[in-house]
């Protein structure tokens, strides 16, 4: 077990370097980096100067080890449009990513869970059918497309929930941390919570319906496959209500799949939320990186790709542990 | 001449022929795959045709007759406009016509590269295993799992958008899928009887990979081809939705969806339209790409 958890961990860092070093690659890409991480109206003095205070003079391999040192004490320059640390506005706007992935895998789990587990207990039935056909469209809906659709008839035609952004205007004001809806919960502040969560509604519905195609089909073969175990019919030999038998049993075991896939769709939803968040305003380390690319802001852009990075692996890291204690038949090998 | 195997109708003909009849029989039974065949194969010739195909010019701009709904005449250019005209007049369903060439042109190149390079990698990780294949797999595993969109935003702020770098972000994408694909199929293969034989016989390294390992990897190449077109199709719209997929000059269904919806509000149509047909064409792939996979081999991990 122990070196199991010690070679994930190693593998994590290795990841991690590697995730360095094609940042490293995509900075160098053009052959002057100093023309990327200085703005359009630069002159010559300011480019002979970043040349030097960031050392693009030095051998590739100095530069390297130099910049890896700088990615893991996330110094990643100045932020061109505001005078701030590129690596702080991105913290900045993490708090509405986190929350929009959050909401979004619960949904995706409400959705996958009972429809994946109804559709492998009544294989074959017209629920069984409808619900793959489902998962089959919604894998081929572009989710930018159902974001709008979801924004044209629930917020411009129902005129249920807001268009666009995280909270009404004044009441971010109100809010003490980034974290609306926790702070609305743990604060008893039902406006805020109720305020958040309906900003968050449409938009985590666009991202968690995908995530859900997904994780129905995965949750039905699992569910399908322990369904024949040995142990679930000495289950049901016990005479088990079929609720225990399902419900327990089976669906313990059955969850180990889903516990690894989605830990890898939580680190996705973190990363991948760019699309939505532009289609929402949501004003999330997607929007935000969105935004840097139209500016050129360079520096905002490696930041928060390699904070994204950094999460996910450890995401997958938290994934990898917990499932050694799941399955203790997990060895390394 | 084994005319017995040809006339029977077991349900693997042996030669080529035979095989591509029974599949064709096959296809025709399972109604939501001959669905999709029959849509894509209506698709690649609306694209090839397309200037013969779409009503009008696609790039027509009539500022006076800006955002007008589906089905109506348009007394002042003499168009009736089946899908609605955009934010500047221009006809709906030519753009949407023409925008299917770069779509599938995008897919088609990508798939091509990737798929050389996957298989390539898969093969020759399977089959030599040792410190390669498991650098290889160890890469395969990792960008299967990483946040793509974010990796593909920064390559573009420093390439700068355009068709070719597009191609070069699926490929780099895509080409995992195959690796992984290639390489299971060439584990199980290289223990084969027939492998052994012909290193037996004396038979050199390359001949064996490509004379005996490289046809039996082909089936599930050709299924992971179709089950991935759908997501590059997916992936190259909502690069070009978000103004970082192929330059706005050529109409492409992200792009035409993403400067629609400015106007969601007042001219739903011109976002709408675009995005159905991705939907269509993304569902009409899935559908044939999982028919293929049960076809040919419904174990088959992707």
Same mark, same amino acid.
Request: hydrophobic share 50%; aromatic share 12%; proline share 4%.
């Given at each position: ?333 | ?159 700068? =958008?355009? !068709?070719? &770098?597009? $191609?070069?972000? /699926? +490929? ?7 690796? #992984? ?92 339209? =675009?995005? !159905?047909? &991705?939907? $269509?064409?993304? /569902? +009409? ?7 293929? #996979? ?9």
């Amino acid at each position: 077990m122990i070196y199991y958890l010690l070679m994930r961990l190693l593998q994590a860092g290795f990841v991690l370097i590697g995730i360095t070093a094609v940042c490293f690659i995509v900075l160098h890409l053009t052959g002057d980096p100093a023309a990327l991480l200085l703005p359009e109206n630069a002159t010559e003095e300011d480019y002979d100067n970043i040349r030097k205070t960031m050392g693009f003079d030095r051998p590739l391999y100095i530069q390297f080890f130099d910049y890896m040192k700088n990615a893991f004490s996330m110094d990643f320059g100045h932020s061109f449009q505001q005078n701030q640390p590129a690596f702080k506005i991105v913290m900045e706007r993490l708090p509405a990513t986190i929350e929009l992935a959050i909401v979004a895998f619960v949904i995706a789990l409400l959705i996958a869970i009972p429809v994946g587990m109804i559709s492998a207990l009544r294989r074959g039935s017209k629920i069984d059918i409808a619900s793959t056909f489902s998962a089959l469209l919604g894998q081929s809906m572009p989710n930018f497309w159902l974001g709008l659709i979801l924004i044209f008839f629930f917020s411009l035609y129902l005129d249920l929930f807001p268009t666009s952004g995280r909270i009404s205007f004044g009441m971010s004001n109100e809010a003490e941390t980034k974290f609306f809806m926790l702070e609305g919960i743990f604060t008893f502040n039902f406006s805020l919570f109720s305020d958040a969560f309906l900003h968050a509604l449409l938009p985590s519905i666009t991202v968690g319906l995908y995530s859900s195609a997904k994780l129905t089909r995965l949750v039905r073969s699992s569910m399908l496959e322990v369904l024949s175990e040995d142990y679930v019919r000495t289950a049901r030999a016990k005479g088990l209500s079929n609720f225990t038998v399902i419900g327990y049993h089976a669906f313990k075991n059955a969850s180990i799949p889903l516990v690894t896939l989605g830990g890898i769709e939580l680190g996705l939803l973190l990363g991948g939320t760019v699309v939505t968040e532009t289609v929402f305003a949501w004003p999330g380390v997607g929007l935000l990186t969105v935004q840097a690319l139209q500016n050129d802001d360079f520096p905002v852009i490696q930041a928060s790709v390699f904070l994204l990075a950094f999460i996910f692996v450890f995401v997958n890291l938290a994934v990898d542990i917990l499932y050694a204690f799941l399955d203790p038949r997990i060895r390394y090998s | 001449m084994n005319t017995s195997v040809n006339n029977s109708l077991s349900a693997k003909a042996t030669n080529l022929k035979g095989q591509i009849w029974t599949l064709i029989e096959s296809i025709t039974r399972y109604k939501p795959a001959f669905f999709g065949a029959i849509i894509l194969g209506s698709l690649l010739f609306i694209a090839i045709f397309a200037p013969l195909v779409s009503p009008f010019d696609p790039n027509l701009q009539f500022p006076t007759e800006a955002r007008v709904g589906p089905f109506t005449y348009l007394e002042g250019s003499d168009r009736f406009v089946l899908l609605g005209t955009d934010q500047v007049g221009r006809d709906q369903l030519s753009r949407i016509i023409y925008a299917s060439r770069v779509t599938l042109l995008v897919s088609f190149f990508a798939v091509i590269i990737s798929c050389l390079i996957g298989t390539l990698v898969g093969l020759l990780a399977g089959y030599y295993r040792g410190w390669f294949d498991i650098i290889a797999m160890r890469w395969v595993d990792i960008s299967l799992a990483f946040p793509f969109e974010l990796l593909a935003l920064s390559i573009v702020a420093v390439t700068g =958008p355009s !068709l070719t &770098i597009v $191609i070069i972000i /699926l +490929s780099l994408r895509i080409w995992v899928v195959y690796a #992984r694909v290639v390489r299971g199929s060439t584990l199980s293969i290289r223990e084969k009887d027939y492998i052994n034989g012909a290193k037996a016989i004396g038979a050199g390294e390359l001949r064996i990979l490509v004379r005996y390992v490289l046809p039996n990897v082909l089936t599930p190449v050709l299924v992971v081809s179709t089950l991935y077109i759908g997501r590059m199709i997916l992936i190259e719209s909502s690069l070009s939705f978000l103004g970082i997929g192929v330059p706005a000059t050529t109409p492409t269904w992200g792009g035409i969806l993403g400067d629609g919806r400015a106007y969601i509000d007042t001219a739903w149509w011109i976002a709408f339209f =675009p995005g !159905l047909a &991705i939907m $269509i064409t993304v /569902l +009409s792939v899935n559908l044939l790409g999982d028919w293929l #996979r049960d076809y040919f081999d419904p174990k088959i991990d992707i």
